[in-house]
Nanobody, 116 residues
Framework: QVQVVESGGGLVQPGGSLRLSCEASGLIFSTYIMSWYRQAPGKERELVAVIYNPDGHTNYADFVKGRFTISRDNGKSTVFLEMNSLKPEDTAAYFC?????????WGKGTLVTVSS
């Protein structure tokens, strides 16, 4: 069975950087999509970034373009979200989503707090 585990969240000052990781295990097919979402208290969950496998194509929400980068490791089992120039409005729980065919798997999330 597929397991999805995020890590790397924490407290960071405005303008700072943070790197999130998402490790997905149990993927047995070559075609899958891994995405980062975030959800702040009282707000809807929103898409942050996407990476498509095996081609490696990426896409980003407008509000993170130029600041965030999604990438994968050599084995394509882990994706990263490098966040730069963080703003207080980036404060949220960040979730990793894996989609393979019609199956969708979610991690439990990792908290990111941007505050002085």
């Amino acid at each position: 069975q597929v397991q999805v585990v995020e890590s790397g969240g924490g407290l960071v000052q405005p303008g700072g950087s943070l790197r999130l990781s998402c490790e997905a295990s149990g993927l047995i097919f070559s075609t899958y999509i891994m995405s980062w979402y975030r959800q702040a208290p009282g707000k809807e969950r929103e898409l942050v970034a996407v990476i498509y496998n095996p081609d490696g194509h990426t896409n980003y929400a407008d509000f993170v373009k130029g600041r965030f980068t999604i990438s994968r490791d050599n084995g394509k089992s882990t994706v990263f979200l490098e966040m730069n120039s963080l703003k207080p409005e980036d404060t949220a729980a960040y979730f990793c989503k894996v989609r393979q065919s019609s199956r969708v798997y979610w991690g439990k999330g990792t908290l990111v707090t941007v505050s002085s």
